[in-house]
């Protein structure tokens, strides 16, 4: 069982409705971070978070550190969002200042 | 402008031939690390580096290696290239390995050995 899971795998939805991806994590985890990755490749992170909720225009990313479990919103997609959106954590064993990656999620917003 | 550096961007290259992919970062971040990207197994650490001269094996370092001889510069060495090493490389590198900082990516490199 990977110790990062993301859901959905795929998401199709229409321009303006609001999306939520899903990750849920086994490990002990000092941070969670959410990535976005663009068609032509660049990886940019979007959000660091240890607790509670960040805001960042259309976007919300959300944990709840003892189920173990993170959100990502998207507010009034738009086809400019479709991207592969990945969570990654940072646990407290393993190799220091690795991420442990989930496969991520492939947004589709259509006009 | 901050960011990593990673060059190339796309190589193609045959079996055996010593190839190195560089990578840079200007935001004097103690923090490197390598990871290659394969469709449906995600994003997997090859190796990282928490400072100069101190560099320690990721999930996947088989046919890798690298070096951290100084802050800004992390190079990705395969000695003899495969093609199972066919993938998308990132570098990233983040303040510290120990605290909780963001970390920022390069663009990728995308390599294929046949």
Request: hydrophobic letters at 30%; one cysteine or more; glycine letters at 8%.
């Amino acid at each position: 069982k990977n110790e990062v899971e993301q859901s959905p795998q795929n998401l199709t939805a229409q321009e303006g409705e609001f999306i939520t991806i899903n990750c849920s994590y086994s490990v002990g985890i000092s941070a969670l971070h959410w990535l976005q990755q663009h068609p032509g490749g660049g990886i940019v992170s979007l959000f660091m978070l240890s607790s509670g909720k960040k805001k960042h225009g259309r976007l919300i990313a959300t944990i709840n550190i003892q189920e173990k479990h993170s959100s990502l919103h998207i507010t009034a997609s738009h086809p400019r969002d479709s991207a592969v959106y990945i969570c990654a954590v940072k646990s407290y064993g393993g190799s220091q200042g690795n991420l442990i990656f989930g496969k991520g999620t492939k947004l589709s917003v259509k006009p | 402008e901050a960011q990593v550096t990673q060059n190339p961007r796309y190589l193609i290259t045959v079996t055996g031939k010593k190839l190195t992919v560089t990578c840079s970062q200007n935001m004097n971040h103690e923090y490197m690390s390598w990871y290659r990207q394969d469709p449906g197994l995600g994003l997997r650490q090859i190796y990282y580096s928490m400072n100069v001269e101190v560099t320690d094996k990721g999930d996947v370092p088989e046919g890798y290696k690298v070096s951290r001889k100084e802050k800004r510069n992390f190079p990705l060495i395969l000695e003899s290239p495969s093609p199972n090493q066919t993938s998308l490389y990132f570098c990233a590198s983040s303040l510290t390995s120990t605290s909780n900082y963001g970390y920022t990516f390069g663009s990728g490199t995308r390599l294929t050995v046949v």
